[in-house]
């Protein structure tokens, strides 16, 4: 598999991170227990931040994430503060530096969840809250090498914790939330911030466990430069934008890229018309939408005159496209560019019949979003005869659809999913979300930070396939296209947001236009060297 761009910051998962501390240690002579400390250390600063002052229950597995908490624990008490450490089993068998760092601590020792002592008797009840009447939780119960669903005192311990007011920090990642896929099979908890160590962990960033990870810090803890950090997932950077093509003085409107947009059908003329706009905001220079005929002076009359229209056959009864109109879609792309196939498509059997024809027989670069992607539920394989680069833009419900599973399937298992319908279909595939996934078929990985609640809305679907299409169009392989245009996207919904000052009012149009804004921020960005690039 490849190494990860340089527009992409790795995000290891367990065994990647497991291979990171044993180089530290075992070939840089790094003490485990001064890592132990320097973690800790940043997890105090974080309690302290959060809640300043005021009673601190911290919550112990019996690993490494427990020695952790016992560091937090020290650090507090000689702070001043007041910390109750709860154990979800007997102190006595903590091993290794979590041992050590037992002995090191001083004041009250561990006690049960239900707040006695672990040198006495249990108390016989169940406990109803946490011990200590905390104003903020440390959770150091599970670490990154957990996976698959809590049990016992640690399950109840992670229930007790999601019926307290008080927020709660998470030491690496939280407690039930697997490290590395995001996946959580039970209850988990919900920290208001996460502090991670080294680098981030997908399972911060990716759903379901980007909802539990809040504000996620990730530190230094004295890991040496040049760690062997062999990830294949990244989280998109700043950097991204270097791929954006400028426009040379001596470029064309055929050399800006063409992009071919085919769908519309009856009452859904809005969505080809969204994806041809942005296309053009994107910066293609030439765009050609392929309509059904009754659409075609509609979306000719919408206000847009660079845009190009061409009216193909349909089934007047379902004012939907048909096979037959193929020929007209072919004979467009020969000019070369891209196509961006399935906005406002519909569902009749012709436009179904009309998107598998044309995913088998075009020569040029693809975007398949919406109905398209309906048209080939089931025949997801049937795709990886495609020769060009082509990128599959499906939510969680046309992912269902795709792969025959459920919506709700597809959400427990986001990275799952996504690497199987690449690895399936042999071409890149993206997982809308907030946490959008952008999957190549040997494996890798590419994440969205995340964008804005703006995007939440019609239409902006079609936004994201017109922008890839573009990118595509302007030459970007499938996978750069596809995590460029998600930045992007993402920046013009939060430009969007900004210029009309409330996320609720933000309509597709609205970021159609704001992407020439995102996009000069962010150039304007990186070529200052700000050190960023990202709208906010």
């Not at 530290?24 to 003490?31: R, S």
């Not at 044309?358 to 080939?376: K, S, Y």
Request: aromatic share 2%; hydrophobic share 45%.
């Amino acid at each position: 598999m490849q190494a990860l761009p340089d527009w992409l910051a790795p995000l290891p998962d367990a065994e990647a991170m497991r291979s990171v501390d044993r180089w530290a240690i075992e070939e840089q002579g790094v003490p485990s227990l001064d890592l132990m400390e320097r973690a800790g250390a940043r997890v105090a600063s974080a309690v302290e931040a959060i809640a300043p002052d005021g009673s601190v229950t911290v919550l112990c597995g019996k690993g490494n994430n427990g020695g952790d908490g016992l560091v937090v624990a020290r650090l507090l008490r000689h702070a001043g503060r007041p910390v109750v450490v709860v154990c979800t089993s007997p102190p006595n068998e903590l091993a290794g530096d979590a041992r050590a760092n037992l002995e090191r601590l001083v004041g009250d020792r561990p006690v049960r969840l239900d707040g006695t002592s672990w040198e006495g008797p249990p108390a016989g009840t169940s406990p109803e809250t946490l011990p200590g009447e905390p104003v903020v939780v440390v959770d150091a119960l599970l670490g990154t090498g957990f996976a698959g669903e809590p049990h016992g005192e640690v399950a109840r311990a992670i229930e007790l914790a999601a019926g307290s007011t008080a927020p709660i920090v998470s030491v690496d990642v939280p407690s039930g939330v697997d490290a590395s896929t995001g996946a959580v099979a039970a209850a988990a908890i919900r920290a208001q911030a996460t502090v991670t160590f080294h680098a981030g962990k997908p399972g911060l960033w990716i759903a379901p466990g980007k909802a539990h990870a809040g504000i996620v810090d990730t530190v230094d803890i004295g890991i040496p430069r040049g760690a062997p950090l062999d990830a294949t997932i990244g989280l998109i950077e700043p950097a991204v934008v270097e791929l954006l093509p400028r426009r040379g003085s001596d470029w064309t409107k055929f050399r800006s890229g063409q992009v071919v947009v085919v769908g519309g059908s009856r009452g859904l003329s809005g969505a080809p018309a969204l994806a041809a706009r942005a296309s053009m905001r994107a910066g293609a220079g030439y765009v050609i939408a392929c309509v059904p005929d009754s659409q075609q002076p509609v979306l000719a009359s919408a206000g847009t005159p660079e845009l190009m229209t061409r009216a193909l056959p349909e089934d007047v009864e379902e004012g939907a496209l048909v096979e037959a109109g193929a020929d007209a879609v072919l004979a467009a792309a020969e000019r070369g560019g891209a196509v961006a196939l399935g906005p406002g498509l519909g569902r009749s059997d012709g436009a179904f019949a009309l998107a598998r024809r044309l995913a088998r027989e075009l020569p040029v670069p693809l975007v398949i979003d919406a109905d398209a992607l309906g048209a080939h539920a089931g025949e997801l394989d049937a795709l990886a005869a495609r020769t060009a680069p082509t990128v599959l833009t499906p939510h969680a419900g046309e992912m269902g659809r795709l792969l025959g599973r459920s919506s709700e399937e597809v959400e427990r298992e986001r990275l799952r999913t996504v690497r199987e319908a690449a690895a399936r279909s042999g071409c890149v595939t993206l997982l809308k979300g907030d946490d959008t996934l952008i999957a190549e078929p040997s494996g890798r990985v590419a994440v969205s930070a995340g964008a804005t609640p703006a995007l939440a809305t019609a239409g902006t679907g079609d936004v994201l396939t017109g922008v890839i299409a573009a990118l595509l169009a302007q030459g970007l392989d499938a996978f750069a296209a596809a995590a460029a245009g998600v930045w992007l996207h993402a920046g013009a919904g939060r430009a969007a947001v900004r210029a009309l000052g409330v996320v609720e009012g933000v309509i597709a149009s609205d970021v159609v236009e704001a992407l020439p804004r995102a996009r000069a921020h962010a150039h304007a960005d990186h070529d200052g060297h700000t050190g960023h690039g990202a709208i906010e």
